[in-house]
């Protein structure tokens, strides 16, 4: 088995391999030191972690959203604008 370099990866790509190999406790740690660079990020615990690492999914998610909603907005007569407030958002 080759060993990755973790060190190597964006954030993105080691949240993608911990998310995949929630058992590789370097990966892990890894990622764990790659958060902590950020500004205003304080992990204390695995369980923290575990939620920062769903939460930024989560905002992945919605920004591939506004960007399929825009999409279809270009598309068909109905406004952007008037698609969010029927969706609520």
Sequence with gaps: MTRKNF????KQELR?????????QEAFHALTDKL??????E???TEQMHELIEA???EAD???AYKTLEE???????????I???LGI
Excluded: C, N, W
């Design 16 to 24: 993608a391999y911990v998310l995949e190999h929630r058992d590789d």
């Design 84 to 86: 969010k407030k029927e």
């Design 43 to 45: 992990i204390t615990s």
């Design 62 to 64: 919605v920004r591939d």
């Design 56 to 58: 930024r999914l989560d």
């Design 72 to 82: 279809i907005a270009g598309v068909g007569t109905t406004p952007f604008e008037d």
């Design 7 to 10: 060190q190597a990866m964006t």
């Design 36 to 41: 902590r660079e950020e500004p205003g990020i």
